[in-house]
């Protein structure tokens, strides 16, 4: 037995905004515009 899992969009903006979301999380974490890491403390 095989699974099968994927995910489904009403709208075609909302894939697109997805697949945006997604080429920007491979890009990394955010970068001010020097190159220098933005490090949050809690």
Same mark, same amino acid.
């Given at each position: 037995m /095989? &699974? %099968?899992y994927g %995910? /489904?969009?009403p709208k075609?903006? =909302? !894939?697109? =905004?997805y697949l945006e !979301? !997604? =080429?920007e999380a491979k &890009? +990394?974490?955010p970068q001010t515009?020097? +190159?220098a890491r %933005?490090?949050?403390v809690f």
């Amino acid at each position: 037995m /095989t &699974r %099968i899992y994927g %995910i /489904t969009f009403p709208k075609a903006k =909302e !894939l697109t =905004e997805y697949l945006e !979301l !997604l =080429e920007e999380a491979k &890009r +990394g974490p955010p970068q001010t515009r020097d +190159g220098a890491r %933005i490090v949050y403390v809690f």
